[in-house]
């Protein structure tokens, strides 16, 4: 089992930065897309950005030139928000494949099998 733990989260003004963490625990694999998703209450489950094993990239198109997502082999994977809006409040969830992603990233939350709890960003216009 792979065990995957946030922080980060937080309040912040509109226009400003935060970065979400997440650490990755037991049975992980270098192969495995990492990723970031969010959701709002009563939604579903929105793709924000993911990362192939070998370090491609891909992102939603409303967060594409203001998030950046990075990683550290299969151990860590962070989510760096800048000139953030209202609309990005949400619940923010790390998660990871169980599959093998190289030259491309997944991109639909069925394509991840492991995921954290969940943290909390708020942007306040």
């Known amino acids: 089992q792979v065990q995957l733990v946030e922080s980060g989260g937080g309040l912040v003004q509109a226009g400003g930065s935060l970065r979400l963490s997440c650490a990755a625990s037991?049975?992980?694999?270098?192969?495995?897309?990492m990723g970031w998703f969010r959701q709002v209450p009563g939604q579903e489950r929105e793709f924000v950005a993911a990362i192939s094993s070998s370090g491609i990239t891909g992102y939603a198109d409303s967060v594409k030139g203001r998030f950046s997502i990075s990683r550290e082999g299969a151990k860590y994977t962070a989510l760096q928000m800048d000139i953030l809006k209202p609309e990005d409040t949400a619940v923010y969830y790390c998660?990871?494949?169980?599959?093998?992603?190289?030259?491309?990233?997944?991109?639909?939350?069925?394509?991840?099998?492991?995921w954290g709890q969940g943290t909390q960003v708020t942007v306040s216009s």
């Open positions: 037991g049975r992980t694999s270098d192969t495995s897309a």
């Open positions: 998660a990871m494949s169980q599959e093998t992603w190289i030259r491309r990233t997944p991109y639909h939350h069925k394509q991840f099998s492991y």
